[in-house]
């Protein structure tokens, strides 16, 4: 099996409940006085503003549950859950400063930064991605980033001092993105964040025309789909698969203990030399780390083309997801795109096949909203073409498909 990055999208999602407008209005202060250009926006849609000379801000709102983000450098960033429905009028939120002190940041990230280049580079591929999307993507302020690197625990980290402000060209946006945590561990990245979208003014057609094809078989248009049971009709196949251990791999054990064995007898590894039965301690060796290459796990389909509404349904006014073992969501509409082809140098030339990705479960059920969101991102890992769509794909949780035209 193709060896597959993991990753994990954080970010507080906001449920919109399609009502009637109202205005949401309140103050923001520090040490008693008014805060003027603090941004407040409903994190991940294109709904915000920033605060008058009086620290007052008001937004046009429909009613229903937010998440409201107060973001100010060098204050604590305040996010705020809240229903219109219960909400008190007006809104007042005290700013406190960052207890970091910003000399110290810089100067650690100068002392791990030598590979400063490369770093960003990393972060660029694992947090932006590497598809035709992300090459028309833009840090715009990269020198508020910096990295470093445990050696010891192999563990990949970014911080920023200040908002990101990324410029997705392919999509017409402008994004503000409020790092709060980016990890890499174990081929996993887990990154913490909330988003504020502007459009970009430009070639609206163009940007019309890729908004749909990056929502086109994205993880929101297929829970959508599934909360109207029209998945097969919108072009996905689902199916059920279960995951085993490789049972011909090695153990981790034995591969090190082989390693180690090769490594002390100064022999030279060659992979390709076959060996019917082993005459020694390094032949048996060598073919443990033949064997290393072989995958981890196999994948065992259980159910075939399952509808949406085996694995969907309802239970006091909340829409649930649950399914035995893992899913397997094939999007017949779009093909898979050359670089997702080529992303493993070692893995032969083949012609692209439909968007393939995987859903495996960390939790029993989870609760999926109307706007084709996860109550909780974390319950769950993306696997295969979803996990190669990553940052540049974003598209705020307020985009409709089609209302553009």
């Not at 083949?350 to 084709?372: D, M, W």
């Amino acid at each position: 099996m193709t060896k597959t990055i993991y990753f994990i999208l954080f970010f507080y999602l906001i449920f919109f409940k399609l009502s009637a407008q109202i205005n949401l209005n309140g103050t923001i202060y520090f040490n008693n006085e008014p805060q003027s250009n603090v941004t407040i926006y409903l994190n991940n849609t294109t709904i915000g503003t920033i605060t008058n000379n009086n620290g007052a801000f008001n937004l046009e709102i429909k009613d229903g549950v937010y998440q409201l983000i107060i973001s100010h450098i060098g204050f604590k960033t305040i996010k705020y859950n809240f229903d219109t429905s219960t909400y008190t009028k007006p809104l007042v939120f005290s700013l406190s400063e960052e207890e970091f002190v910003l000399d110290e940041v810089i100067i650690k990230g100068e002392k791990n930064n030598f590979k400063w280049e490369y770093n960003f580079s990393v972060f660029f591929r694992a947090f932006i991605g590497a598809s035709e999307f992300s090459k028309f993507c833009t840090v715009q302020n990269p020198e508020v980033l910096f990295f470093e690197f445990d050696s010891e625990n192999s563990i990949f980290t970014a911080e920023a001092i200040e908002p990101l402000h990324i410029k997705n060209e392919a999509l017409g946006y402008d994004i503000f993105y409020d790092l709060k945590h980016f990890s890499i561990e174990n081929q996993i990245t887990n990154y913490l964040g909330y988003s504020y979208f502007k459009a970009l003014k430009g070639d609206k057609k163009k940007w019309i025309k890729n908004r749909l094809k990056a929502y086109n078989g994205s993880q929101v248009h297929f829970y959508k789909s599934l909360l109207k049971n029209s998945s097969k009709e919108e072009g996905f196949v689902i199916n059920e698969f279960v995951r085993k251990k490789n049972k011909d791999r090695p153990s981790e054990e034995e591969i090190l203990k082989a390693r180690k064995a090769v490594s002390k007898s100064n022999a030279t590894l060659n992979l390709s030399r076959k060996i019917d039965i082993p005459e020694n301690a390094i032949d048996s060796a060598l073919i443990i780390l033949k064997k290393a290459k072989l995958p981890k796990y196999i994948d065992y389909l259980d159910k075939a083309e399952i509808a949406s509404s085996d694995i969907i349904y309802k239970e006091n006014n909340t829409t649930y997801l649950q399914f035995d073992n893992n899913l397997r969501i094939t999007y017949l509409r779009e093909n898979e795109e050359k670089g997702y082809i080529l992303r493993n140098p070692s893995s032969k030339p083949r012609k692209a096949f439909p968007q393939t990705s995987n859903i495996i479960p960390l939790t029993e059920k989870f609760i999926v909203y109307p706007q084709g969101i996860l109550a909780n991102p974390l319950d769950v890992l993306y696997e295969e073409y979803w996990s190669y769509e990553k940052f540049a794909h974003s598209l705020p949780l307020d985009y409709e498909p089609n209302s553009e035209n």
